[in-house]
Every structure is written in C-alpha cells, then in structure tokens.
C-alpha cells in the first residue's frame, strides 16, 4: 500500500538555525499538509497546500514558516529561525480530492 | 467546526469487540464523521469515516445514530496492537482541503 515517506526521522537543530523537513506524499494524490504535535499535547494543524499555493493556515503558522513543492514528488516545511517552543513531532498528509488525509510517522524536531 | 466529545480512555479485553463512543451533539448536515488513531510514535493513522449510514471496513464499523449526534467505532475483535488513541473528528464537506481538527481522543488500551 503506497505510504507518506518523512525525512529525516529525527532532527536535532540549534537555536536560531534554519531545518528543512521532507516528505513525499502518496505519488497521485493533489493536497498536502503538515501538522505538528508537541510532546504530550494535540495534534495541530499547520498548513494546507493545493495547486502550489497555500489554501489554508493556522496561526501556529507564521513568517518563520515557509512550504515548498520543489519538484512535483517532494513537500517541504522550512522553519527559517528555529525557537525552543518549536521542538516537536512534525507530520505531513497527503489526499485525494474528497478523501481521507494519510500521514507520515513523522520528523522528531528537537531544538537546543 | 463542530466539536467531539470522547471518553479519555477504555480498556478492552483482547479478542473482544472495542466499542468507542463519540459524542457530536453540535455536528452539522454537511459535516462527516472521520475516525483515527495514533499508535505511540507513529502519525495518525485513517480508519474509517461516513456521513449517515453505517460504514464497514476492514479495520472497523461505524455506527452513527439516526440524529447524527453521536457515533460509535466497533473494532471487532480487538488485538494488542491496536492499543492507541483513537480521534473521533467531525469535518465539513468531506473535501480535501479541510484541515483536520484532533481533540485528544480516547486511549485504548487491549488487555491481554
């Protein structure tokens, strides 16, 4: 069954510096997104992507972050000036048009 | 968008039928029923939704009352590894581009 690959698994990152997430979707499907879950809490959406835009974000979402669909295969979320608060599990979905989100297992950022 | 209610957690004999209830008092006409589930560690995992009919598949059954308040995932016969937190989210349209909104579900723990 086709899956949502994330890399790397784990990130560790200082303070200040720039990470870049990776995920690639399942091949035919047309909406991506990303959500995070800070150890212990909620799952939180971040961000919608359809058509190379952004369709929808959350507050969470700010001018540090940016999204990219680079290549047509590839959907990244760059955090430009990482925080402390920014440690967490990060997770990307995918869809079809009309059905279910389905993830990845996630990028562990840790932020020192 | 409207919001669940779930009992924070449940324990079920392994081998058993896992009966998880969900409350959607406030849920609207156009407005699905989707059902997840977080393994420790992993990202959420999609298990079955619907609108108003009862849904079956080969992971679970869905069961939604008449007045659409509430729901009911039956895993049928339950094994160890489906200890989880289970997401109970009502979305509008059933359309992609909707985000997911997690509360934060119910834990399921499958006694041996």
């Not at chain 1, 035919?28 to 359809?50: A, D, M, P, T």
């Not at chain 2, 590894?81 to 997690?102: E, H, M, Q, S, W």
Request: some cysteine.
């Amino acid at each position: 069954e086709p899956e949502v690959t994330q890399t790397p698994s784990h990130q560790v990152t200082q303070m200040g510096q720039e990470v870049i997430l990776r995920c690639v979707p399942i091949s035919n499907h047309l909406y991506f997104y990303w959500y995070r879950q800070i150890l212990g809490q909620k799952v939180e959406f971040l961000v919608s992507f359809y058509n190379n835009e952004i369709s929808e974000k959350s507050e969470i979402f700010d001018d540090q972050f940016s999204v990219e669909r680079p290549d047509g295969s590839n959907f990244t979320l760059k955090i430009r000036s990482t925080k402390l608060e920014d440690s967490a599990m990060y997770f990307c979905a995918s869809a079809l048009s009309g059905q279910p989100q389905h993830f990845g297992d996630g990028t562990r950022l840790s932020i020192l | 968008d409207a919001k669940t209610t779930q009992p924070t957690s449940m324990d079920c004999a392994e081998g058993r039928a896992a009966n998880l209830p969900c409350n959607h008092s406030t849920i609207s006409g156009n407005e699905y029923v989707y059902w997840y589930r977080q393994i420790h560690s992993q990202g959420p995992q999609y298990i079955i939704h619907g609108l108003k009919n009862n849904e079956t598949n080969e992971m679970a059954s869905l069961i939604i009352t008449e007045d659409r308040k509430s729901s009911t995932l039956i895993l049928p016969h339950a094994t160890l590894r489906d200890t989880a937190v289970y997401y109970c989210i009502v979305r509008p349209n059933g359309g992609a581009t909707n985000k997911l909104i997690f509360g934060t579900g119910t834990l399921l723990a499958v006694q041996p």
